[in-house]
């Protein structure tokens, strides 16, 4: 069971109509769990197989559905194209999705301005007469985004997010009763992640979604007040729980945690082990793809959902590199998404390949934990800082549970919520700037009660680079 606040009588209403519908999915979320549970076993040869097939039927849905795609997969036969038979097709980005909307989508009846016209007018959650759901990103990357999920879209997505962990429950000698699960997450529309991990992964298990933009110290409340047995929500969030669980002013024991929607830093993991000692599932995903990665609790990195995305590794020019090879971006191509097609689309982040297989055994494809988006490095003329610079030092010290980074012209400007020694600070962080190359560098650190998170998704933009 699902809970929620809901507004007025009309609102009321909208949650009452959208329950009724989500029901039914959810419950066709843990029929096809049973499915998803067994591929986690797979050998190669069966998820190349079946990856293979996924991969012929969404481009022959693509090129006869969507104009757009239909002029990109020209030359390509979809009855015999295989994974390698990708490197031939451009590369698709954000703002060339969005600004070709009515090209790519499938859907006859629907285009960017009823999409639009959906997102405006709904007080909550909802489906379209199809069944469909449109959700909306913040545009942190400097393009807002407006992407359509349909029911086996969602299903897919869910069982994605969930099926490692779905898998351990099962396993466990026992579970502890009643399990209870608290989303931190947008907690409101357009965002798609309270839909996507507002799902029971145990038998009788409750949830409670907390909205993540409310003041951190009501935050706190709500999930004491919960009491969960399980946790899941965006990365930066449930490290600071995490640490404010250490300092005592957070009393629960989760059994389980999920991180999600931001890059688990190296600091928030180290947290969440030192106050609960439970496993970690970091999941990788995006509103485009869905669940592109996540970790099985047991090894380092996330194993690759290669059952229903394929991921290339690639150079500035979109040619694909070796695996041991360093690359300029990662290109995305999403097997259950037919409703809106992302065909060798740049995801913006950087990925590294894991050699080896994972202690749990899995023979899937193993990324290490994302260190964050390539938008995410400053440049100061021609010299390049990544953010791993700023997060070396703000990140390692003990008294900020929080902090943004904002680019200046000859510096930095920072943000953090602690009690930091900002006169010991701010020369170390020009020292690790100077060590990048950049001369004479201004740091300016500010201490404030909180962070001000992105108002539609709750989502925290830690770095901001200049445009």
């Not at 359509?148 to 099926?163: E, I, M, N, T």
Request: net charge negative.
């Amino acid at each position: 069971m699902s809970r929620s606040v809901p507004g007025g009588a009309s609102e009321d209403a909208e949650h009452t109509a959208y329950a009724r519908v989500r029901a039914g999915q959810v419950n066709a979320v843990q029929a096809a769990l049973e499915d998803h549970m067994g591929r986690l076993d797979w050998s190669r040869d069966q998820i190349e197989g079946y990856r293979t097939e996924r991969l012929r039927a969404l481009l022959a849905h693509a090129r006869e559905r969507s104009p757009f795609h239909a002029r990109r997969l020209r030359g390509l036969d979809p009855s015999s194209a295989s994974v390698a038979d990708l490197a031939s097709l451009p590369m698709m980005t954000k703002r060339g999705a969005q600004d070709e909307w009515d090209a790519v989508v499938t859907v006859r009846d629907l285009d960017r301005e009823r999409a639009e016209r959906i997102l405006s007018e709904q007080q909550w959650f909802s489906y379209t007469s199809g069944d469909e759901q449109i959700f909306s990103s913040g545009g942190s990357s400097g393009v807002r985004g407006v992407y359509v999920w349909d029911w086996q879209f969602y299903v897919s997505a869910a069982c994605l997010a969930w099926r490692v962990q779905a898998r351990e429950e099962r396993r466990a000698s026992s579970v502890r009763s009643p399990a209870r699960l608290a989303v931190l997450a947008a907690g409101v529309p357009p965002h798609a992640s309270t839909p996507l991990f507002d799902v029971p992964t145990a038998p009788g298990m409750e949830t409670v979604v907390i909205p993540v933009g409310a003041p951190f110290d009501e935050v706190v409340a709500a999930v004491a007040a919960a009491r969960p047995t399980h946790l899941v929500g965006y990365a930066t969030v449930i490290g600071r729980l995490a640490r404010a669980a250490a300092a005592g002013d957070l009393k629960i024991s989760p059994v389980r945690v999920s991180t999600n929607s931001e890059p688990l830093l190296i600091e928030d993991r180290q947290a969440i082990r030192d106050a609960w000692s439970v496993p970690v599932h970091n999941l990788w995903g995006s509103t485009e793809i869905g669940v592109q990665a996540v970790g099985c609790g047991y090894g380092e990195g996330l194993h690759v959902c290669e059952d229903e995305v394929v991921l290339e590794r690639v150079d500035d020019s979109g040619a694909p590199v070796a695996a041991d090879a360093p690359a300029a971006r990662t290109l995305a191509t999403g097997l259950a998404n037919r409703t809106f097609p992302f065909i060798r689309y740049d995801l913006g982040d950087q990925v590294t390949l894991l050699p080896d297989r994972c202690a749990c055994g899995s023979a899937f494809a193993r990324v290490a934990d994302i260190g964050g988006r390539r938008d995410d490095d400053f440049r100061y003329g021609t010299t390049i800082v990544p953010a791993s610079t700023f997060r070396y030092v703000l990140g390692a010290d003990p008294r900020i549970s929080e902090y943004q980074v904002r680019q200046t012209v000859d510096g930095a400007e920072i943000l953090a919520v602690g009690d930091p020694d900002v006169a010991a600070l701010t020369p170390a962080v020009a020292a690790a700037l100077r060590r990048q190359g950049v001369a004479d560098p201004q740091v300016r650190i500010a201490v404030v009660d909180h962070l001000q998170r992105h108002q539609a998704s709750g989502k925290l933009q830690r770095f901001i680079a200049l445009r």
